[in-house]
């Protein structure tokens, strides 16, 4: 049985929309999950049906860390907030996992300070799933890191291979950069130092430049960004499915085209793809968007799940420890 640790404070429905997505996991995979749903207790209790499955446990917390807070300020003065304390039961191996659809910065910090980075890492960044005309991309930075160096990029790249590697039973997965031509030379100078430092990664399949437009052909596994670039493009591309699922259902007939249009709902909808992994910390911690549906909450139980039955992050350990080739290579461009 994989115990979650869930927010059930964090988001714009919370805490109501959360409960809904953990009770929605424990009864479609009853035999998997655990869920401790972390908050207020009487606000909890308030949203629960007269019979709570055994699987649903509450662990109380008294504070609440609000999107508009600083998110270092904010955990270091509500040690009682629903994020710590859930990052807290991760720390001290009571779950699994934590989940939160609540401030990104706060759970960043919090997963920093509490779990601690993984040897040889020095930066987390969030891997966001899209939607592509084949197997989804995995975007790497999606809003942690505004202004990352070359290096840190190259990190990103190889957490997100892994993770790849070990989510999607990808071999070597497919590298691109995203950029605004496809010639080495293109973009700042931040963009020509990471095109040399991913393609001098002999670990990694770089397959170049990638720019926007062939996104969604499929044309990489894992497209690397900066965090303001990714965050971007995320929020653009869910309001362009929005926009899109939404000209459908005013012109097509849903007595005819109904089934066509659910397919085109599921292959859009980031709710599908649940939540997303912050890579580079010291446990599996997920966010998830704060306008999270119960489906997404619950999806994002399933990522949480898939995450440490593959033992991703002491794949990520095993990668960056101090005896490997990439642990090695990392020491050399500290030196230059």
Not at 236 to 259: K, N, Q, W
Request: charged residues 25%.
């Amino acid at each position: 049985m994989q115990r979650i640790a869930l927010d059930a404070m964090g988001g714009d429905g919370a805490p109501r929309v959360i409960i809904e997505g953990a009770l929605s996991a424990v009864r479609e995979w009853p035999d998997r999950f655990a869920v401790s749903l972390v908050g207020i207790p009487e606000r909890i209790h308030a949203e629960l049906p007269a019979e709570v499955p055994g699987a649903i446990q509450i662990v109380p917390a008294s504070e609440v860390v609000e999107g508009h807070e600083s998110p270092v300020r904010a955990i270091r003065r509500k040690p009682d907030s629903s994020i710590v304390v859930g990052l807290g039961l991760l720390r001290a191996g009571e779950v699994d996992a934590f989940i939160s659809a609540g401030s990104t910065g706060a759970v960043m910090a919090a997963s920093r300070f509490l779990l601690g980075m993984l040897p040889g890492v020095e930066r987390p960044t969030v891997g966001t799933m899209f939607p592509t005309s084949g197997s989804p991309v995995l975007v790497v930075d999606s809003g942690a890191n505004i202004d990352p160096r070359p290096t840190h990029l190259l990190q990103f790249a190889q957490l997100g291979s892994v993770y790849m590697r070990d989510l999607l039973g990808l071999e070597r997965p497919r590298i691109g950069l995203l950029n605004v031509g496809e010639e080495p030379s293109k973009g700042g100078a931040r963009a020509v130092a990471t095109h040399k430092l991913l393609q001098d990664d002999e670990d990694l399949h770089f397959v170049g430049n990638v720019e926007g437009h062939r996104i969604v052909e499929g044309a990489c596994d894992v497209l690397v960004c900066d965090g303001f670039v990714g965050n971007v493009l995320l929020k653009f591309y869910e309001s362009v499915a929005g926009f899109i699922t939404g000209v459908l259902e005013d012109r097509l007939d849903p007595e005819i085209h109904g089934e066509g249009l659910r397919e085109v709902y599921r292959t859009v909808d980031y709710a599908e793809y649940g939540g997303a992994p912050l890579l580079g910390v010291n446990g599996v911690s997920i966010v998830c968007h704060g306008a999270s549906s119960a489906r997404a909450i619950k999806n994002a139980i399933r990522v949480a799940g898939a995450c440490i039955e593959s033992d991703m992050v002491e794949d990520m350990v095993a990668e960056f420890g101090p005896a490997t080739r990439r642990a090695r290579v990392w020491r050399r461009i500290r030196r230059r």
